[in-house]
């Protein structure tokens, strides 16, 4: 995406050859001959980069001041300063009041070219650095080998470069807005903003406003919404399902023409976002019961992915809790808990109602809550309360005391049983995967499970 400069100059001829050149070298242009004309550009559609005189005749600012207004509304927006009358006094007050640089006239072609792309870069650095800064405290990698998560990647690099509107279904805590990041950084975008609104923790009153924005007015700056926030980038909207009906009317429009207006203003924005929904439910039962617009969802709905729930992706447990437990203990400054080879057939036992958000917040837990010292293995039974209760019994069978009073062959047949559906019950019931678990053969497995009185899903005949 071509990146575009702001040319604000009382002198046609400036503003002429200033485009011209930056047009060559690639930028888009737009010019304004005073203050206020570049006011109301800007507030259209903000530029990229400024480049600002600061002698502007006839306006009722000069350079310096419109560049304080600017910084006051803008700061994001970085600016050039250029002057024909300039002094070594006015540079350094044009930079101490917030530009980039200062560029003499009559200025060199390649000496503007080089402000201009250092400026630039500053400014998305600047960017990024935030971004760094707002994601430290979360986690948006893509974890696993498993073959559902590998569909998930294929098809996230098939659709990101595309450009494409994309709707990520899943149950809550699955990861569809890392899924939603990946697309971003893997997408032309990726230099752009990444900006979240949540539809489901947002006011419905105040939806729009957090869309659109909020006009100016008695001289205050106008607030922007997320889709100017957005602009040259991605937008998500997170559980899209939660935005009231009217509002998505008018979401409808936005898509279409790519243009809205502030809220309690009238002037037409035109911006250039992608857009990627998410949902937690499903959004045919939700136009059935006329709680969600068709129209909305096939503009929405142009490449459906779906991000699978943990329970469908049991093989990636291991690394997943290894990955949050190492990053927890290394934000704690505590020692990272390892979990025994039974405690982690438990982990890939159970359900997860809350899917990888869940299996997170255990391994936060068994950092600060599991008992003993970060030398000793975590066990069953000092995983989470509810996690025990939810434990396979064979897990959780002490063995001992009753083995020594059986003889060989029964022990060692009961001890087959218990160990067999443990570990049917690990892969979630995928005999397959517990056959190339425990080193047999699929059709020996099958076997023996049914020789011990195991059905094939890993429970009791």
């Given at each position: 995406m071509q990146s575009e400069v702001l040319i604000v100059d009382d002198e046609a001829d400036i503003r002429r050859i200033t485009a011209d050149f930056l047009e060559d070298e690639g930028y888009l242009c737009r010019s304004a001959a005073d203050t206020v004309s570049a006011l109301e550009m800007i507030e259209e559609r903000r530029p990229h980069l400024v480049v600002l005189d600061i002698?502007?005749?006839?306006?009722?600012?000069?350079?310096?001041?419109f560049l304080k207004l600017l910084n006051g509304r803008h700061p994001e927006i970085p600016i050039v300063m250029i002057s024909g009358h300039g002094t070594v006094e006015t540079a350094v007050k044009a930079i101490k009041l917030g530009a980039y640089d200062f560029v003499e006239k009559p200025f060199k072609s390649d000496r503007l070219a080089l402000t201009v792309r250092r400026a630039m870069d500053a400014a998305r650095l600047r960017q990024e650095n935030a971004e760094l800064r707002e994601r430290a405290n979360a986690d948006w990698t893509m974890i696993g080998n498993s073959q559902s998560i590998s569909q998930l990647r294929g098809a996230i690099d098939r659709v990101a470069p595309t450009g494409s509107r994309v709707m990520i279904s899943g149950p809550p805590g699955s990861g569809k807005e890392v899924a939603a990041r990946a697309l971003h950084a893997r997408?032309?975008?990726?230099?752009?903003?990444?900006?979240?609104?949540?539809?489901?923790?947002?006011?419905?009153?105040?939806?729009?406003?957090?869309?659109f924005g909020l006009e100016a007015a008695n001289g205050a700056a106008p607030h922007l919404g997320t889709f100017e926030q957005a602009n040259g980038g991605t937008l998500l909207l997170d559980e899209v399902a939660d935005m009231p009906l009217e509002t998505q009317g008018k979401i409808v429009r936005v898509l279409q023409e790519q243009s809205f207006a502030r809220t309690g203003g009238t002037a037409r924005i035109t911006v250039d976002v992608r857009v990627i929904a998410t949902t937690s439910?499903?959004?045919?039962?939700?136009?059935?019961?006329?709680?969600?617009?068709?129209d909305l969802y096939y503009r929405l709905n142009v490449v459906p992915i779906e991000v699978p729930s943990l329970t469908a992706r049991r093989d990636d447990i291991p690394l997943l809790f290894s990955h949050f437990a190492e990053r927890a203990a290394a934000a704690s400054g505590m020692p990272c808990r390892r979990l025994a080879e039974d405690a982690l057939a438990a982990l890939q036992a159970?359900?997860?109602?809350?899917?990888?958000?869940?299996?997170?917040?255990?391994?936060?837990?068994?950092?600060?809550?599991?008992?003993?010292?970060?030398?000793?293995?975590?066990?069953?039974?000092?995983?989470?309360?509810?996690?025990?209760?939810?434990?396979?019994?064979?897990?959780r069978w002490d063995r001992s005391g009753e083995a020594l009073g059986l003889p060989l062959r029964e022990a060692r047949e009961r001890f087959e049983?218990?160990?067999?559906?443990?570990?049917?019950?690990?892969?979630?019931?995928?005999?397959?995967?517990?056959?190339?678990f425990v080193g047999m053969e699929r059709s020996a497995l099958h076997r023996k499970l049914k020789t011990l009185g195991v059905a094939p899903a890993g429970r009791p005949d």
């Amino acid at each position: 995406m071509q990146s575009e400069v702001l040319i604000v100059d009382d002198e046609a001829d400036i503003r002429r050859i200033t485009a011209d050149f930056l047009e060559d070298e690639g930028y888009l242009c737009r010019s304004a001959a005073d203050t206020v004309s570049a006011l109301e550009m800007i507030e259209e559609r903000r530029p990229h980069l400024v480049v600002l005189d600061i002698w502007l005749r006839g306006d009722d600012r000069d350079g310096l001041q419109f560049l304080k207004l600017l910084n006051g509304r803008h700061p994001e927006i970085p600016i050039v300063m250029i002057s024909g009358h300039g002094t070594v006094e006015t540079a350094v007050k044009a930079i101490k009041l917030g530009a980039y640089d200062f560029v003499e006239k009559p200025f060199k072609s390649d000496r503007l070219a080089l402000t201009v792309r250092r400026a630039m870069d500053a400014a998305r650095l600047r960017q990024e650095n935030a971004e760094l800064r707002e994601r430290a405290n979360a986690d948006w990698t893509m974890i696993g080998n498993s073959q559902s998560i590998s569909q998930l990647r294929g098809a996230i690099d098939r659709v990101a470069p595309t450009g494409s509107r994309v709707m990520i279904s899943g149950p809550p805590g699955s990861g569809k807005e890392v899924a939603a990041r990946a697309l971003h950084a893997r997408s032309q975008r990726r230099d752009g903003s990444f900006t979240v609104l949540n539809c489901a923790t947002m006011a419905p009153e105040r939806m729009e406003e957090e869309l659109f924005g909020l006009e100016a007015a008695n001289g205050a700056a106008p607030h922007l919404g997320t889709f100017e926030q957005a602009n040259g980038g991605t937008l998500l909207l997170d559980e899209v399902a939660d935005m009231p009906l009217e509002t998505q009317g008018k979401i409808v429009r936005v898509l279409q023409e790519q243009s809205f207006a502030r809220t309690g203003g009238t002037a037409r924005i035109t911006v250039d976002v992608r857009v990627i929904a998410t949902t937690s439910r499903n959004l045919n039962t939700e136009m059935a019961a006329s709680r969600f617009r068709q129209d909305l969802y096939y503009r929405l709905n142009v490449v459906p992915i779906e991000v699978p729930s943990l329970t469908a992706r049991r093989d990636d447990i291991p690394l997943l809790f290894s990955h949050f437990a190492e990053r927890a203990a290394a934000a704690s400054g505590m020692p990272c808990r390892r979990l025994a080879e039974d405690a982690l057939a438990a982990l890939q036992a159970y359900d997860w109602p809350g899917n990888v958000r869940q299996l997170r917040n255990v391994a936060e837990w068994i950092l600060i809550m599991a008992p003993g010292n970060g030398q000793d293995l975590v066990r069953p039974d000092m995983l989470p309360p509810d996690i025990v209760a939810n434990t396979p019994e064979p897990l959780r069978w002490d063995r001992s005391g009753e083995a020594l009073g059986l003889p060989l062959r029964e022990a060692r047949e009961r001890f087959e049983r218990e160990y067999l559906i443990a570990q049917v019950d690990r892969f979630g019931g995928n005999v397959s995967r517990t056959a190339q678990f425990v080193g047999m053969e699929r059709s020996a497995l099958h076997r023996k499970l049914k020789t011990l009185g195991v059905a094939p899903a890993g429970r009791p005949d």
